[in-house]
């Protein structure tokens, strides 16, 4: 069975870039700080670059960022297959940004392929340790300021792995077995899948990749000479 899941109900990664890791402002920081004070450029180059070199391919970039995350959405599967079998297909690159970052954020989704087998044997470990898992899914009840669409309750889990919403279900599964194995954190905020997401990221991609002036990338040469 091919299932679409994503980073926003499984958060394996992120790839937030409102104010996060990704942030196009943080990430050009450095080529900012470069440009202002490098003696080689005039004021006039200075100028334009300020004025003109912040536009870039936002989608590009964001359908990079997926295609690089997929690795470590990998990993974590990989790592969990003596408790469940899962099939990633690599392929599938898919992203989401919201119009405004009131209540929601940028995410990635991604498609799994899992036996009816394997489905049948998550609900049986979620039964198995029911008060654990049902007490851990607490933290998704709507209240003051935050409405859940994830199945907390358990029957409603049971109903929804059943068919009614198997994707909220089985990610709720996957977000469990993450938040309650240590060694797939680096600490408190940060999965090693993330970190080394983020390594990836910054050892081989650069903003000024997806910058769509000519002149700034003229500007930014002339710097880097």
Known sequence: MKLELNTDICPIININTYGGTFSVSDRSEGLDYEVDESKGLSNEEKEYYSDHCTDFDFDRYMNDLARMGIKYIWSFFDDIK????????????????????????????????????????????????????????????????????????????????????????IAMYFTYILESNEDMWVDDWMTIYQENFVEYVFGNSSIEEYMEDERCLQILDKVCA
């Open 82 to 169: 003596h408790i469940v079998k899962v099939k990633l297909n690599e392929d599938y690159i898919k992203v989401y940004s919201p119009r405004y970052y009131n209540f929601e954020t940028d995410y990635m989704y991604f498609e799994i392929d899992i036996e009816e087998s394997e489905i049948e044997k998550i609900k049986n470990n979620v039964l198995e340790i029911s008060d654990e898992f049902f007490t851990w899914a607490e933290k998704y009840k709507s209240r003051d300021g935050f409405i859940s669409y994830m199945p907390h309750y358990k029957d409603e889990w049971i109903k929804a792995i059943d068919g009614k919403d198997i994707e909220r279900a």
